[in-house]
């Protein structure tokens, strides 16, 4: 409220200010400069102006920034979040606190996040969706924002849209703790070079967070095998 109140007035201000150092050197002084005196006026008389008109010129840039985020799509008001930086208090930061790593990629049409210690997680923004990837495997977690949703899975979530992006936010740290854990496999089951089924599970509790049939066995498709491999995110 006071850096509001110091830009609204800064006229106001300025002319009391001014006036009160004319009244100053006018009674005390007489205005007869000696021994740098004149320095000393003149600092008075321009510092202050000088630096409620700057003050008054950062406030208008961010109060536009604001209105232009606020008016923005929902991807619109995530770029927002990230040069204002917002989204420092409510993802970057919890996300450091969860894994060493955390980098970021912008390009105008896409925000990446790249997080982890060992095996990465990327977090991706854009227009429609934010999917969260991990590195090496075909785990997919997307979380819808956009109006039209072509293809959901048992893991991902919409409706974003309806709230704020700090609910976003929360759903992906959500994610991304849930997938802190010391004994997390991933597997898939092949059928010759094809995937058939994949799963992401906790081998001590044999919690499956994820697990995705994406074809048939096929009668001609050859023998069908294992791959497993842990994962340290």
Known sequence: MFKVFLARYKNL??????VGVFLYYKIVHDF???NGSSLV???LILVLPLSLHLHYAIVRKRTKKLKKGHQASFFGQIQFDYHSKEMNYTLLNPLHLLN?????????????????DEAYATITFNNRLCKIEIENTEIVYNLYYDRV???TSDYDQKGFKYYTT???YKAILSIIKNLKRERLFYQETRQGDKILVLKLFDRETEEILYEKKLRRRSLF????????KKIII
């Open 13 to 18: 201000i300025t002319l009391i200010w001014c």
């Open 100 to 116: 060493k790593t955390t980098k970021l990629e912008e390009t105008e049409d896409e925000l990446k996040i790249i997080t982890g």
């Open 221 to 228: 498709g050859g023998e069908i095998s294992l791959y497993e």
């Open 32 to 34: 007869q400069f000696k």
């Open 149 to 151: 949703v072509f293809d």
């Open 41 to 43: 006026f003149l600092t």
């Open 166 to 168: 700090e609910n976003l």
